[in-house]
Structures are given as C-alpha cells and as structure tokens.
C-alpha cells in the first residue's frame, strides 16, 4: 500500500512520531511495520493522545469517576492507563471470537498491521488483568477504537468501563462460594429503588447456567450482589441527573418520580446469564449497561480456574451525554473553553448548557458501485457484494471531521438489466462554533466525491 501520512500529536502517555521510515509508525516510543493490513486513518492517530477518561474535569472522566466511586479499593483495583494499541491475539483470540466473526473485518476494526489493532473494547485486557491476581475485583476504563457510522451518538473513538468481582474456591472458609458472597452482600448499602426483576436467574434456553462449572446456588449469590452493586451505580448516576436538573431550574416531573429499574435477560459472549440493565427516564427505558457471569473458559484460560465472579460493561460516553445533558458526541472532543469550562467536579455535577446554534447545510452524493477500487486500506472490491458502508464514513470522516454531524444512506437502486446498485447518501456539515459558508461545504463536499470515486472505485451520478 502506499506510504501512510501521519500526524505529529504528543503526551506523556501516548505519543506518534512521524520521523518514523514511512512503512512504520512509532507510537509511544514503539514503532510498528505497517503492511496491507494498516487502515487506521492519521485523523484518529491524531486522537489517541487526547485520553478524554483521564482529564480531571472533563465529563467522561467526571462519569468515570462517579462509577469508580461505586468500587472502592482496595478491593477494587482501577486500572486507566493501558495503551491503546493491543495484538490480534488480545482483542479477539484470548476472548474466543472465532476466526470468521465480524469484528475482526478491516471494516469494523483500525490495524496498525496484520498482528496489531487499536483496542475495540476494554475486555483486550481482561486475560491479562485476570492472570495477574492483583486483587478480588478491578474497573478499567479506556478509549476504544472502531469504524463506525457518523452522526450524534457514534464517534470512530469513544470510552468504555468495565468492572469485574472475583471470589476465589481455595480462599473462601470451607470452599462455600455462596455463602462467602452473600456475607459480603450483607455489607453493602441497600437502596430505595424501585426494582423490576421477573426472570429466574437462570434459564435453560434464554440465560443458561454454566453447568459444568457452577452450581445454581453460587450463580444466585453472584447475581444478587452484581446487581445490588449496579444498582447503587445508578442510584449514584441519578442523584447527580436530579441534582444537576434543580440547579438549572428545569426538573421535569419524571426527576421527581421514584427511580425505577428492570433487569432484561441478553446475550453477551463472555458471561453467562447475562442482563441488560435500564432505567426508567423522561417516560422512557433506557439501556444503561450489560453484565453478567463471567464465563469460566476466560478464567480457565488466565490459568485462575478456582476463580468464579461477575463482570459488567458501561458506554461511559451514553452515561456522559444523559448525566451532563449533551446533545452531541462530537462535543467531548471540543477543545473549546465555553464547553470545557462548565464541568468541574463531581460534587457539582451541570448540565450543558448550549453555547451555539449554528445552522447545518445538507449536501446528497448518489454513485454507482464499481467493480474495483483503491481504498486508505489497501486494495477494495466495491462490487455489490463486497461494499462496506463504513468505508465511506471513513473518508467523509478524513474530509469533514467534526464538521460533518450525521451522514445517512437515503436511497438504494438495483439496475434491472445489469444488477449494478446505486447508493445515496446525505451528508450534513455543521460547524459547533461558527456558520459554515458555502465555500467551505462545497470545498468539503468535492473533495468527500473526489475521495469515492479515487479510493473506492464509484461513479458518481
């Protein structure tokens, strides 16, 4: 593929070089052989030493720490400082994704090289962390990297959370896992929330127990204190939702209603049962986080086999946008001190309030599929069966950044005689900060064309 353009970006945790030999990258001190494989773009290299989590006052790292709050050490270790860039055999192989599952396609995925990735979850470091034993339980909190569609709620980098409590067979008294956690169960604080949980803890066919590895009563202990511990991560997340809401002089009646949760059986491939949790807000359920027991071939495989506990994962950014009341996702990354400004602490947790009402400007591009094309990742077939509609967003995303706001497929046609697909799209560029000219957008949205058809192949209409 030819030489990658790369950009100067620095930190004390994360660093890029680009004095590096062009079929190489040198991240934080270490440089990497790309290969035909490499397909993370310069403007999401551009963002890895930004560390949204780890910026005192900013709001994601505000949610983290309300999280946190909940998980005390030292039983809880934290861990918030892992690299980014992690092996194929850490982001898929040690979590048993099978060798044809979609998230390892360069479409969903940023390669710095065949064997290397930018993490697409926190649980890349999960083997690890359980091999080293430091302590009963940990959270991590990260950045994450993943292509992704464009518009208020995804971003090709966002943050995630994820805890897990351990209770060891060989440490417990007697080896009585059931009634070690329902000790500790019995030291928690209990709360007033209104809790709806109608489902067995476990079912043959929707939620199945691990059979082979646990018996029923330790998975009713272990799910009962995997709740009781979320379910105080909430009454923590509201108080301050309600709070912020008095102080901006606009509680709604639903901030006045008692909190109300429900526990819904899901699917997650690391633990089993498994439970989305949601709260009910502004006459709504809304999804918050998933968890569950952890599956014991990931213990099995850390070489901690006595082990047996729960793990759960949170969007901190889906927590951030309902704690602080932010509109838009592209607004985290803002550098602006009339966003920046109006977060502090945890104890005085505001709601955002909009400093810009800027108009956008809607722009169509509509193109035929061609056979073959060149893209950032390397050679692409863009035939109808092999297009992947995350490659344009990638180079909408490298054209506009955060001044386009959402990009939305409107259109599909089939050639009736020759099968070849044509596809439109709408793309709107809006500036946060300022109006956008005609100019501008117009610059932009050629060079969005130009970009298709010269790394994709189309034809545009």
Same mark, same amino acid.
């Given at each position: 593929m030819p030489?990658m353009?790369?950009v100067v970006?620095?930190s004390?945790?994360?660093?890029i ?5 062009p079929s190489t ?6 440089? =990497? &052989? ?8 310069s403007s999401v290299?551009g963002?890895l030493?930004?560390r949204?989590h780890? %910026?005192p006052?900013h709001? #994601?790292?505000?949610?983290?720490q309300?999280? *946190?709050?909940r998980f005390?050490?030292p039983t ?6 892992l690299?980014?860039v992690?092996?194929?055999?850490? @982001?898929f192989?040690?979590l048993? $994704? ?8 360069r479409?969903?995925t =940023?390669y710095i090289?065949k064997?290397?990735v930018l993490r697409t979850?926190t649980s890349a ?6 091999? %080293?034993?430091a302590?009963e339980?940990?959270?991590i909190?990260?950045d994450v =990297?993943?292509?992704?569609a ?9 943050h995630q959370?994820?805890g897990?409590?351990m209770?060891d ?5 007697g080896g009585?896992i059931a ?16 809790? *709806?949980?109608p489902n067995?803890t476990v079912?043959?066919e929707r @939620?199945p127990?691990q059979?082979a590895?646990h018996s029923i009563?330790?998975v009713?202990a272990?799910?009962?204190?995997l709740?009781?511990s979320?379910?105080?991560v909430? #009454?923590?997340?509201f108080s301050? #939702?309600? &709070?912020?809401a008095?102080?901006s ?6 901030s006045e209603d008692p909190l109300r949760?429900r526990?819904?059986e899901a699917?997650?491939?690391f633990?089993?049962?498994s439970w989305?949790?949601e709260v $009910?807000w502004?006459s709504?359920?809304?999804?918050l ?8 071939d ?9 082990q ?5 994962g949170?969007g901190?950014?889906?927590i951030a946008?309902?704690? $602080? ?5 592209? +607004? ?6 009339r966003?920046?400004? %109006? $977060?502090?602490?945890?104890q ?5 309030r909009?400093f810009s009402?800027?108009p956008g400007c809607?722009?169509d591009v509509?193109?035929?599929l061609?056979?073959?094309g060149?893209?950032?990742e ?7 069966q092999d297009f992947h509609?995350n ?8 054209v506009?950044?955060? +001044? #386009?706001e959402?990009?939305? %497929?409107?259109?599909?046609? &089939?050639h009736?005689?020759?099968?070849r697909?044509?596809l439109? =799209?709408?793309? @709107?560029?809006r500036?946060?900060a300022?109006?956008l000219?005609?100019?501008?957008v117009?610059d932009?949205h050629s060079?969005?064309k130009?970009?298709l058809v ?7 209409r």
């Amino acid at each position: 593929m030819p030489p990658m353009a790369l950009v100067v970006a620095t930190s004390s945790a994360v660093s890029i070089d680009r004095t590096a030999s062009p079929s190489t990258l040198k991240i934080d001190g270490q440089i =990497y &052989q790309t290969d035909s494989w490499t397909n993370v773009p310069s403007s999401v290299l551009g963002l890895l030493p930004r560390r949204l989590h780890l %910026q005192p006052s900013h709001p #994601v790292s505000l949610t983290r720490q309300l999280i *946190e709050s909940r998980f005390p050490s030292p039983t809880y270790t934290y861990y918030n400082d892992l690299s980014p860039v992690v092996t194929v055999a850490q @982001n898929f192989d040690s979590l048993g $994704f099978p060798a044809d599952h979609p998230g390892r396609n360069r479409s969903d995925t =940023y390669y710095i090289n065949k064997d290397t990735v930018l993490r697409t979850h926190t649980s890349a470091h999960e083997a690890e962390i359980f091999r %080293q034993n430091a302590s009963e339980g940990y959270t991590i909190s990260a950045d994450v =990297y993943r292509r992704d569609a464009i518009d208020r709620s995804h971003y090709p980098v966002f943050h995630q959370m994820e805890g897990a409590r351990m209770w060891d067979r060989r440490k417990v008294p007697g080896g009585d896992i059931a009634k070690a956690v329902w000790d500790d169960l019995a030291k928690m604080p209990k709360h007033d929330l209104e809790v *709806e949980d109608p489902n067995p803890t476990v079912h043959s066919e929707r @939620n199945p127990l691990q059979a082979a590895h646990h018996s029923i009563e330790e998975v009713e202990a272990i799910a009962a204190h995997l709740k009781r511990s979320l379910e105080g991560v909430v #009454v923590e997340l509201f108080s301050k #939702v309600k &709070q912020a809401a008095a102080a901006s002089d606009t509680l709604e009646s639903s901030s006045e209603d008692p909190l109300r949760v429900r526990w819904v059986e899901a699917y997650f491939p690391f633990t089993s049962p498994s439970w989305e949790l949601e709260v $009910f807000w502004r006459s709504e359920w809304l999804e918050l986080l998933g968890c569950g027991i952890t599956k014991q071939d990931l213990l099995i495989n850390a070489n901690v086999p006595d082990q047996i506990g729960w793990a759960f994962g949170v969007g901190l950014e889906r927590i951030a946008m309902l704690l $602080f009341s932010i509109p838009d996702i592209r +607004l985290f990354w803002s550098l602006d001190d009339r966003f920046l400004s %109006q $977060f502090t602490d945890i104890q005085n947790v505001n709601r955002f309030r909009s400093f810009s009402k800027h108009p956008g400007c809607y722009k169509d591009v509509s193109f035929w599929l061609g056979s073959t094309g060149s893209s950032a990742e390397g050679e692409l077939n863009t035939d109808n069966q092999d297009f992947h509609e995350n490659d344009v967003m990638e180079i909408v995303r490298e054209v506009g950044g955060d +001044l #386009v706001e959402d990009v939305r %497929q409107f259109d599909t046609y &089939q050639h009736p005689r020759t099968g070849r697909k044509s596809l439109a =799209y709408r793309i @709107n560029y809006r500036n946060l900060a300022r109006t956008l000219t005609n100019k501008e957008v117009n610059d932009l949205h050629s060079k969005v064309k130009e970009d298709l058809v010269q790394k994709l192949g189309v034809k545009i209409r």
